[in-house]
Structures are given as structure tokens and as C-alpha cells.
């Protein structure tokens, strides 16, 4: 534990200490300079600097660099650490952030899929600015705007909130926010694959079913019918023959790039390859 004597002021005042080496510690990517290349992470660093943490972040990121953060676990809205510090065991951190009710969640929602070109680059892996809007509309900000939203607990003796340590994991956070944007959901409470699943989910209700009564005689479909088929990401149809439909997605043979080859993308493109073959199977049904 660190040495520590009170001033006139009756608060603690701790001798500068140092950390022990941690073995197998989170370095992050930038050694110097700013930390987080991207503008959701920036933006997150950013609004921590805000609420006048400037001096205690600078701590923690030397503590990140150095890689004294150990372990991180995320939760929906909540974050567990372990960082070494002075002494021999590391200490523990518990963060947690607001997180977004269901009704926030349904405007979320909504707002997003007004705006396809968010979704497209969502399934990507990238934000666009526009996310942020959503929950701003929502009135529940994507990241906090006042530091009392955010609770955190290190059980070192520093009475300063946040500590270094704490300040270390927020830089690690914003490291990892660099690599998956995703998180910044995970922290108002929602995991990737839930956050497109809802997405999806909400796709499919806003598209109604294929009409094929509107055909002039049999074989021949409405130009209405075939627009809309063709126009829809997702087609809801009823097979209307017994037995699996095999799918059509090229997908097995002609693999996704690295960079797009995530299960989640596979799995909704996969979705629409399907919908499209029962589709087509239902029109060769009838004009049989």
C-alpha cells in the first residue's frame, strides 16, 4: 500500500510510487502521441476529458502503455478490470455506464433504419457520425455527458475517482473501441449480435408479404409483384411445397473476404440468398 500523510488541508497525500512490472499486460497500440485512431473513439477519450479529468487520464495512460492493465470483461453497461500497480496484487476496478431503456432502444432503432447507409456501414464494422444522433434523439447519449452518470470503484488507497488505474482501462477501452465500434453499444447495454438482430427483426416487419393474386393469368406476375420482390432486402413467403428448399447462397463457394467474413454478416446475407430461393420456388409453383 502507498505511503501516505495528510496535509493542513485534511486530505490524503500519497508519495509517488511505482508499479510493478505486470507480466502479460494489455499494451495498447500507440506508444506516443494520441490514443484511438478512430473519430467513435476519439470522441469517447474526448468526453472523458471533458468532465476536467485531463490530469488523472494522463497518469492512466502511461499505466496503459506500459501495459499494467491485465484482464478486461465486458458486460452489458459494465466493465471489470485488473490492473497492477505498487503492489504485489493487482487491484480491481469495476466500472459501470448508463444504459439505454427499451423504449430509448426502439428509437434507436427506428431512427437507424431510416438511414440505410448507417446499417451498410455497420455491417462493415464502421460507425458513421449519424449513430451518435440516434441516441441523442433517443435522449440517451451515446456516451455519458456528465462524469456522475458513470460509476467506478478501484479498491487502491488513491481517493482521487478516477484513479490511474481506472483511467488506464478507459485508455484500453478506447483501444479496443478501434478495432470494434460495437462496444459503444455493449455499453448502453445491447451485444453486437443482439444489436442486429433487433435491426433485423424490425427489417422484416417493415416489409410486407409478396402478392402474386395480382397476375393477368398464370406464369405472368404484376410489374407491382415483381418490384416489390426484388426491391425488399427481405421477402417473407410461405412455402407452399413439402421438404427443405436447398439454398441458393453462393456463399460456400465463393467465400467473403477476410475482412467481411463475420458470422453475423454471413448469417443475414445467408438470410437473404434463403428467402429469395422460396421466393423463386413459389413462383415456379405457380406457373407450373
Not at 159 to 178: E, S
Amino acid at each position: 500500500m502507498a505511503q501516505r500523510r495528510y496535509s493542513h488541508s485534511y486530505y490524503p497525500y500519497y508519495r509517488p510510487s511505482t508499479p510493478r512490472k505486470a507480466e502479460g499486460g494489455m499494451k495498447i497500440k500507440s506508444s506516443r502521441g494520441e490514443i484511438g485512431g478512430k473519430w467513435w473513439s476519439k470522441r469517447f477519450l474526448s468526453i472523458l476529458s471533458s468532465y476536467g479529468w485531463d490530469s488523472r487520464l494522463e497518469r492512466g495512460r502511461r499505466y496503459a502503455r506500459s501495459g499494467q492493465v491485465l484482464r478486461i470483461n465486458m458486460g452489458n453497461g459494465t466493465v471489470q478490470a485488473e490492473v497492477q500497480g505498487s503492489r504485489s496484487t493487482p487491484y480491481k476496478i469495476e466500472i459501470a455506464f448508463p444504459l439505454a431503456g427499451e423504449e430509448s432502444w426502439a428509437e434507436i432503432f427506428s431512427y437507424l433504419m431510416e438511414k440505410p447507409e448507417i446499417i451498410s456501414h455497420m455491417l462493415t464494422g464502421e460507425l458513421l457520425p449519424e449513430v451518435e444522433e440516434a441516441f441523442r434523439k433517443a435522449r440517451s447519449p451515446m456516451i455519458p455527458e456528465k462524469s456522475s452518470e458513470i460509476t467506478m470503484n478501484c479498491n487502491c488507497p488513491d481517493y482521487a475517482n478516477p484513479c490511474k488505474h481506472i483511467a488506464a482501462v478507459f485508455y484500453v477501452l478506447a483501444d479496443y473501441l478501434d478495432e470494434d465500434p460495437f462496444l459503444l453499444f455493449q455499453l448502453k447495454g445491447k451485444k453486437k449480435d443482439e444489436v442486429m438482430k433487433s435491426i433485423w427483426e424490425k427489417k422484416e416487419a417493415q416489409v410486407p408479404d409478396v402478392n402474386i393474386k395480382n397476375t393477368k393469368e398464370v406464369g405472368e406476375i404484376s410489374a407491382e409483384s415483381l418490384s416489390r420482390f426484388w426491391g425488399s432486402h427481405s421477402v417473407s413467403v410461405k412455402p407452399v411445397v413439402s421438404g427443405n428448399i436447398p439454398s441458393i447462397s453462393p456463399l460456400k463457394k465463393y467465400p467473403l473476404p477476410d475482412d467481411f467474413n463475420d458470422p453475423l454478416v454471413i448469417s443475414i446475407l445467408t438470410g437473404y440468398y434463403d428467402e429469395i430461393g422460396k421466393g423463386i420456388q413459389k413462383l415456379n409453383v405457380k406457373s407450373q
